[in-house]
């Protein structure tokens, strides 16, 4: 990146001529909303908020020729698609920060609904200590949502991927206040997850963020397709194999009257309300996100 042709650049630039220069090199590589990301990865150089960011670049402040540098760096590694959270480190889920790399399934805010409908049918349990399952928790980021802000709530996590769960152990250590135990296994499996045995048919909600895209789709965002974990995002044919697993296995979990929810696909509703209601389950209910796409799916034991 140059501040002119043919001029290398201002070792301390001044911190607005810095956010230029990266939102056009973001804007070269075809991320989505360069400002903002040029904010977001200085303020992860300089350990400081994005609106400090703001206000310095207001003020026309200059930065240490380390810092440009590093900034420069992370500009370069983003606009070749590096997911923005992969070169922080970290990755804001409703009202927590989880820890995400290479290896885990990256968070989405479209998720928070999925959180919002699970915290709800948490909070309406009449129990003082209700209990919840996340299956296929990835970072963690359902399950310590759960156990964040539901703090009667206690809360098990399963994962099969021992990459994913090195990320999920980092969350629950930080995030979990001893509340939220991690378990190793498929959660279309439960009979092979001995920790699971005792919890049969005591758990008040289920919820998931499974594998469910279909095999044949790949998809066209390079953060997504060359950095999310295969395991995370391929669900068969149809993409809905291992929510047909994740169905069976909550009813082994819950209680009469225990809530299930699983995100999907927009054009998924339909499919799997019907796999729901094959295996039995009532009132099986599809809802939009915060964008009006079809994105979560509820049902009652």
């Known amino acids: 990146m140059h501040d002119e042709p043919g001029r290398e650049p201002t070792p301390n630039p001044r911190i607005d001529a810095l956010l230029d220069e990266m939102r056009q090199r973001l ?13 977001l990865l200085l303020a992860h150089v300089l350990g400081a908020t994005r609106g400090r960011v703001q206000a310095l670049a207001v003020m026309r402040e200059r930065l240490a020729p380390d810092a440009a540098a590093s900034a420069r760096g992370l500009a370069e590694e983003r606009a070749r698609r590096i997911p923005l959270q992969h070169l922080t480190g970290r990755a804001p889920f409703r009202s927590i920060e989880l820890a995400v790399g290479p290896g885990v399934f990256v968070p989405r805010p479209e998720t928070e609904v999925v959180a919002q409908f699970a915290i709800d049918a948490l909070q309406a349990v009449p129990d003082p200590a209700p209990l919840a399952v ?35 152990e980092r969350n629950v250590a930080e995030w979990g206040d001893g509340r939220v135990a991690l378990v190793a296994g498929d959660a279309t499996a439960l009979s092979a997850i001995p920790e ?44 809905l194999d291992v929510v047909r697993g994740i169905s ?13 929810v699983i995100e999907h696909a927009e ?3 339909r499919a799997i309300r019907e796999v729901l209601a094959a295996d ?12 009006g796409r079809d994105r979560v799916t509820t049902a009652l034991r």
Do not use: F, I, K
Request: overall charge negative; charged content about 20%.
């Open 27 to 39: 804007g070269e590589g075809g991320v989505e909303d360069p400002a903002t990301d040029a904010e």
């Open 134 to 168: 996340d299956l296929c928790t990835g970072s963690g980021a359902l399950a310590l949502a759960l156990a964040h802000e539901v703090p009667s709530a206690r809360v098990w996590a399963v994962e099969m991927s021992r990459e994913a769960r090195a990320w999920a």
């Open 196 to 239: 699971l045995a005792p919890l049969a048919g005591r758990v008040h909600v289920v919820v998931s963020n499974p594998p469910y895209v279909p095999s044949g789709m790949v998809p066209r965002d390079p953060e997504v397709r060359d950095h999310d974990p295969q395991l995370a995002l391929y669900g068969g044919v149809d993409g």
């Open 248 to 260: 069976r296995s909550a009813r082994e979990l819950l209680v009469p009257g225990g809530a299930v």
């Open 267 to 269: 054009s998924q509703g």
């Open 280 to 291: 039995g389950w009532r009132a099986a209910a599809t809802h939009p996100d915060l964008t």
